[in-house]
């Protein structure tokens, strides 16, 4: 008992943060060592015996212990199956017990304490205090690696280094003192040992889970939740590990079956981002599996299952500790063709991918051990490959849960993504242009019909299986494609959920409807009688929707239902649902929202992850280079004018003294900060933080900026300067401030949308979109200015502002300043009409602009002004 337990706290002491933690974590036990394997692990991983008298020969018999039941009454247990190979040899008590008189230490030393006392003779172990059960025991303890094939090994190879290796056990306990001699040399050990243990730790899990299970039935504690989808989890907040048990009923369809041991990783997540996934059907069997859905209501109603909170660990522990017991690497004896013993778990189950739980797989067989094959690598192989199957599409609409799986040629996989990505930046393009959702729609489609053409079912196409399979397919490329950086992500995300929207309106009602009931989104509908009963309440949601109005579906045409009212917190707060009893009552028109909400979150959960697998992707040099092409061609605005002089125009002088000059072509936001830092002799910080990015993007070099500040700030001294402003400058180009700034060269210049729509400018401040940000008055005064005067010009450009097309507003005056300029340039091919609606970027107004002016001057190269990203 010398270091078995932890040494009492003396009172008055305070732990240390060290300390602390250390009692907290589950696995900091005591390290004891596998005197076969020379295996040093927290003893939980090992397997103690003690030495026990047989009660009925007195012969000393090895017992493995820390199994025990913890069950007072078990009597309505089956006695387990008999080894796989029963040794005739083995006396009778050596058969697998019931769970009764299992042959732990507790039950055999009911009866074995006399022969314990006459075996322990003279030595030195007899009960001791320390030995709370008074149970008395032969020799201390002895660890074996808990592990399957170590103990198979022990009777069945002859040439195998662990033949008869438990004889070995108890010898380091003895200290050398050869006070156990005799004991030892005569000591037996289980034939089926192995079997024998399986046996035992599978009934304590199931125990333990039967157990937790009743808790949260007859107590409603949350122990155990059952999950109805695999992205369930992401919203528990007590997450310790997922079971999966399969099907709950005969004959109902898998679409996915995890392997023995996987993972599943939490987007997002502070702690445990990653947790395990235990494939119960396998790692209990199909016997065990039977019999914890008989004890459980709560495991039989369902398949999946999140186990979590604090008094779980053990359980949890327990599970890891079975899986580390039956590791193997069954993939290896699939590829070896190593003909295969019958499997001593009857796991004969599915194995599926590891890294997205939500694809559906094919099969392949577990079987047991070979214990020869010991040069395995378990930590790198313990996750099988999948097996897929080719995906079906029965709706037009599609969540982009599962990833495709069959074949593709390069060329589709680069031509879908190119399809795809042209339609999203068209998209993407519009809600710039700030379009409403029928111009939208109506400027779509005929992209959409050339691009990505989709179908309902009810149209009877012949392609719709080819559309929706490329819909499908380019979807994911483009996930690959925009998943390395956040604002591609985010940038993606919103595109994606413009077309699903796009899409989800246009959709046959009653397809649309079944689709929808796919989602399993957990709504309840409301019944016909609830909705009289409510119907006051529910009408002045319904007129609180219009406005105040009264008009619409009356309250029982409309389609209603209710879901929990954390789930749309947002309808919430507009007051858009009627809410009773923690419920939210979400009418028929609402429900759109929150199908775009959990397809949003859906996808940027699903970016995450796509963002951790990347790195795996390094190495293939086919789809590396059309990814990167496609990244780059999707390019966020913001980060196309990331390096001073990257972006610079051939031939142009871009200095410090030149800056007044080229003034000339800059958008109205950057032309105003010019003028207040000209008038003024200073600018407030975020002016300067725009305007800097702005000249870093047309090509401005360090030195450069540095000088036209110093020279800009005509109102404070030196000093000050280099004191206050000189290192803005300098961090902006990355030439200062931390590894990450110094590595992306500083920040990107800022595009229109982030302008229009980030810190807006307060008294004394000059940044910003002057056609959002200024009165229309001030505004009018302001292109007067800059020499718009052209009454039709200003008055478009006031109506493009009151509905807030700010783009418009900005590409208007561009086209007037620039009229003769892109005739010429439309009448010689240079530029087309599309490539002029699209400036988003005031960086990118500036090139445009000079180039224009400079068309004759310009290199052949860069007079197509083509914009970034398209
Ligand atoms: Fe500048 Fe863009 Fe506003 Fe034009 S629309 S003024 S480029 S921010």
Same mark, same amino acid.
């Given at each position: 008992?010398? *270091?078995?337990?932890? =040494?009492?706290?003396?009172?008055?002491?305070?732990?240390?943060?060290?300390?602390?933690?250390?009692?907290?974590?589950?696995?900091?036990?005591?390290?004891?060592?596998?005197?076969?394997?020379?295996?040093?692990?927290?003893?939980?991983?090992?397997?103690?015996?003690?030495?026990?008298?047989?009660?009925?020969?007195?012969?000393?018999?090895?017992?493995?212990?820390?199994?025990?039941?913890?069950?007072?009454?078990?009597?309505?247990?089956?006695?387990?199956?008999?080894?796989?190979?029963?040794?005739?040899?083995?006396?009778?008590?050596?058969?697998?017990?019931?769970?009764?008189?299992?042959?732990?230490?507790?039950?055999?030393?009911?009866?074995? @304490?006399?022969?314990?006392?006459?075996?322990?003779?003279?030595?030195?172990?007899?009960?001791?205090?320390? %030995?709370?059960?008074?149970?008395?025991?032969?020799?201390?303890?002895?660890?074996?690696?808990?592990?399957?094939?170590?103990?198979?090994?022990?009777?069945?190879?002859?040439?195998?280094?662990?033949?008869? /290796?438990?004889?070995?056990?108890?010898?380091?306990?003895?200290?050398?003192?050869?006070?156990?001699?005799?004991?030892?040399?005569?000591?037996?050990?289980?034939? $089926?040992?192995?079997?024998?243990?399986?046996?035992?730790?599978?009934?304590?899990?199931?125990?333990?889970?039967?157990?937790?299970?009743?808790?949260?039935?007859?107590?409603?504690?949350?122990?155990?939740?059952?999950?109805?989808?695999? $992205?369930?989890?992401?919203?528990?907040?007590?997450?310790?590990?997922?079971?999966? +048990? /399969?099907?709950?009923?005969?004959?109902?369809?898998?679409?996915?079956?995890?392997?023995?041991?996987?993972?599943?990783?939490?987007?997002?997540?502070?702690?445990?981002?990653?947790?395990?996934?235990?494939?119960?059907?396998?790692? +209990?069997?199909?016997?065990?599996?039977?019999?914890?859905?008989?004890?459980?209501?709560?495991?039989?109603?369902?398949?999946?299952?999140?186990?979590?909170?604090?008094?779980?660990?053990?359980?949890?522990?327990?599970?890891?500790?079975?899986?580390?017991?039956?590791?193997? $690497?069954?993939?290896?004896?699939?590829?070896?063709?190593?003909?295969?013993?019958?499997?001593?778990?009857?796991?004969?189950?599915?194995?599926?991918?590891?890294?997205?739980?939500?694809?559906?797989?094919?099969?392949?067989?577990? %079987?047991?051990?070979?214990? =020869?094959?010991?040069?395995?690598?378990?930590?790198?192989?313990?996750?099988?490959?999948?097996?897929?199957?080719?995906?079906?599409?029965?709706?037009?609409?599609?969540? *982009?849960?599962?990833?495709?799986?069959?074949?593709?040629?390069?060329?589709?996989?680069?031509?879908?993504?190119?399809?795809?990505?042209?339609?999203?930046?068209?998209?993407?393009?519009?809600?710039?242009?700030?379009?409403?959702?029928?111009?939208?729609?109506?400027?779509? =489609?005929?992209?959409? &019909?050339?691009?990505?053409?989709?179908?309902?079912?009810?149209?009877?196409?012949?392609?719709?299986?080819?559309?929706?399979?490329?819909?499908?397919?380019?979807?994911?490329?483009?996930?690959?494609?925009?998943?390395?950086?956040?604002?591609?992500?985010?940038?993606?995300?919103?595109?994606?959920?413009?077309?699903?929207?796009?899409?989800?309106?246009?959709?046959?009602?009653?397809?649309?409807?079944?689709?929808?009931?796919?989602?399993?989104?957990?709504?309840?509908?409301?019944?016909?009688?609830?909705?009289?009963?409510?119907?006051?309440?529910?009408?002045?949601?319904?007129?609180?929707?219009?406005?105040?109005?009264?008009?619409?579906?009356?309250?029982?045409?409309? &389609?209603?239902?209710?879901?929990?009212?954390?789930?749309?917190?947002?309808?919430?707060? @507009?007051?858009?649902?009627?809410?009773?009893?923690?419920?939210?009552?979400?009418?028929?028109?609402?429900?759109?929202?929150?199908?775009? %909400?959990?397809?949003?979150?859906?996808?940027?959960?699903?970016?995450?992850?796509?963002?951790?697998?990347?790195?795996? +992707? $390094?190495?293939?040099?086919?789809?590396?280079?059309?990814?990167?092409?496609?990244?780059?061609?999707?390019?966020?605005?913001?980060?196309?004018?990331?390096?001073?002089?990257?972006?610079?125009?051939?031939?142009?002088?871009?200095?410090?003294?030149?800056?007044?000059?080229?003034?000339?072509?800059?958008?109205?936001?950057?032309?105003?900060?010019?003028?207040?830092?000209?008038?003024? /002799?200073? +600018?407030?910080?975020?002016?300067?933080?725009?305007?800097?990015?702005?000249?870093?993007?047309?090509?401005?070099?360090?030195?450069?900026?540095?000088?036209?500040?110093?020279?800009?700030?005509?109102?404070?001294?030196?000093?000050?300067?280099?004191?206050?402003?000189?290192?803005?400058?300098?961090?902006?180009? /990355?030439?200062?401030?931390?590894?990450? %700034?110094?590595?992306?060269?500083?920040?990107?210049?800022?595009?229109?949308?982030?302008?229009?729509?980030?810190?807006?400018?307060?008294?004394?401040?000059?940044?910003?979109?002057?056609?959002?940000?200024?009165?229309?008055?001030?505004?009018?005064?302001?292109?007067?200015?800059?020499?718009?005067?052209?009454?039709?010009?200003?008055?478009?450009?006031?109506?493009?502002?009151?509905?807030?097309? *700010?783009?418009?507003?900005?590409?208007?005056?561009?086209?007037?300043?620039?009229?003769?300029?892109?005739?010429?340039?439309?009448?010689?091919?240079?530029?087309?009409?599309?490539?002029?609606?699209?400036?988003?970027?005031?960086?990118?107004?500036?090139?445009?602009?000079?180039?224009?002016?400079?068309?004759?001057?310009?290199?052949?190269?860069?007079?197509?002004?083509?914009?970034?990203?398209?």
């Amino acid at each position: 008992m010398k *270091y078995t337990k932890t =040494k009492p706290v003396k009172s008055g002491y305070k732990l240390t943060k060290f300390q602390r933690h250390l009692r907290r974590n589950p696995y900091a036990e005591p390290v004891r060592l596998c005197p076969i394997t020379e295996t040093a692990l927290p003893k939980f991983f090992l397997q103690s015996f003690n030495l026990m008298a047989h009660p009925e020969t007195g012969e000393p018999w090895f017992v493995p212990t820390g199994l025990e039941s913890k069950v007072p009454d078990t009597a309505a247990e089956p006695p387990p199956d008999a080894a796989d190979e029963p040794n005739q040899s083995t006396p009778k008590a050596e058969a697998i017990p019931s769970e009764s008189s299992e042959s732990t230490a507790t039950e055999m030393d009911k009866d074995g @304490t006399a022969h314990a006392a006459k075996l322990a003779g003279s030595h030195s172990h007899p009960p001791t205090k320390q %030995n709370t059960n008074n149970k008395p025991r032969i020799g201390p303890s002895a660890y074996v690696l808990s592990y399957q094939p170590l103990f198979q090994e022990f009777e069945r190879h002859e040439r195998s280094p662990y033949k008869k /290796g438990y004889k070995r056990l108890g010898w380091m306990s003895d200290h050398g003192h050869n006070k156990l001699g005799s004991a030892l040399n005569k000591a037996q050990w289980r034939a $089926d040992m192995d079997a024998f243990l399986l046996e035992l730790m599978r009934r304590r899990v199931v125990e333990g889970l039967a157990h937790f299970a009743r808790l949260v039935e007859e107590e409603g504690r949350g122990y155990v939740v059952r999950c109805e989808r695999w $992205d369930d989890v992401f919203g528990i907040k007590h997450r310790g590990c997922l079971l999966y +048990l /399969g099907p709950a009923e005969d004959g109902q369809v898998e679409e996915y079956v995890p392997p023995r041991l996987s993972k599943i990783d939490i987007p997002g997540a502070r702690y445990g981002k990653v947790i395990a996934v235990h494939n119960l059907r396998m790692v +209990l069997g199909e016997e065990h599996q039977a019999r914890l859905r008989e004890q459980s209501k709560l495991f039989r109603e369902g398949s999946l299952f999140l186990l979590g909170r604090q008094a779980t660990v053990k359980l949890q522990m327990s599970l890891w500790k079975l899986q580390g017991y039956i590791a193997d $690497d069954e993939q290896e004896a699939a590829d070896s063709g190593t003909p295969t013993p019958a499997p001593t778990t009857t796991d004969k189950t599915s194995v599926g991918e590891t890294r997205d739980p939500q694809g559906p797989r094919a099969t392949a067989t577990m %079987n047991r051990i070979d214990a =020869k094959r010991r040069n395995v690598d378990h930590r790198k192989k313990q996750f099988a490959d999948p097996v897929f199957k080719e995906t079906q599409y029965p709706h037009r609409l599609n969540f *982009y849960s599962a990833p495709p799986t069959a074949d593709i040629t390069l060329e589709q996989f680069e031509q879908w993504a190119i399809d795809r990505s042209r339609v999203l930046a068209e998209l993407e393009a519009c809600s710039f242009r700030n379009k409403t959702p029928a111009e939208t729609a109506a400027h779509m =489609k005929p992209l959409l &019909d050339k691009y990505l053409p989709l179908d309902s079912t009810s149209s009877g196409s012949s392609q719709l299986h080819a559309q929706r399979q490329k819909d499908h397919y380019s979807h994911f490329i483009l996930r690959l494609a925009f998943a390395s950086t956040e604002d591609l992500r985010r940038r993606f995300t919103r595109v994606e959920t413009m077309l699903f929207r796009l899409r989800f309106q246009t959709d046959d009602s009653r397809e649309r409807a079944a689709f929808v009931r796919t989602l399993n989104l957990d709504w309840e509908p409301v019944s016909e009688e609830e909705k009289r009963e409510l119907a006051q309440q529910l009408g002045a949601t319904l007129a609180a929707g219009h406005g105040g109005k009264r008009g619409g579906p009356g309250v029982m045409d409309e &389609d209603w239902c209710k879901v929990d009212w954390t789930r749309v917190p947002d309808l919430v707060e @507009t007051r858009k649902v009627y809410l009773r009893g923690g419920m939210a009552y979400v009418p028929g028109r609402e429900q759109q929202s929150m199908v775009l %909400n959990a397809f949003t979150k859906r996808l940027e959960e699903a970016l995450e992850l796509t963002s951790r697998a990347l790195p795996n +992707l $390094d190495e293939d040099d086919r789809l590396t280079p059309i990814l990167n092409h496609l990244s780059k061609n999707f390019i966020a605005p913001d980060s196309g004018y990331t390096n001073a002089g990257s972006s610079a125009i051939e031939g142009a002088e871009i200095s410090a003294r030149n800056i007044d000059n080229l003034s000339q072509h800059f958008p109205l936001c950057m032309s105003h900060v010019h003028r207040t830092l000209r008038r003024d /002799g200073k +600018l407030k910080h975020f002016g300067r933080l725009q305007y800097t990015l702005f000249l870093k993007g047309i090509g401005l070099s360090l030195e450069e900026a540095l000088v036209f500040w110093r020279t800009g700030f005509r109102a404070v001294s030196d000093d000050t300067f280099n004191k206050e402003y000189r290192y803005n400058v300098r961090h902006c180009y /990355g030439d200062v401030g931390g590894d990450s %700034n110094r590595r992306s060269g500083g920040y990107s210049p800022f595009g229109c949308q982030k302008i229009l729509t980030e810190h807006a400018p307060g008294p004394g401040e000059a940044h910003g979109c002057p056609y959002r940000h200024f009165t229309i008055d001030n505004l009018t005064t302001l292109l007067r200015a800059t020499g718009v005067t052209d009454p039709a010009v200003l008055k478009g450009v006031k109506e493009d502002t009151e509905a807030q097309r *700010y783009h418009i507003a900005c590409n208007r005056v561009f086209e007037h300043l620039h009229k003769t300029e892109l005739k010429r340039a439309k009448d010689e091919g240079i530029m087309t009409a599309a490539q002029l609606e699209t400036i988003v970027h005031p960086n990118e107004y500036f090139k445009r602009s000079y180039l224009l002016k400079h068309l004759d001057k310009a290199p052949k190269g860069e007079r197509d002004v083509k914009m970034e990203g398209s």
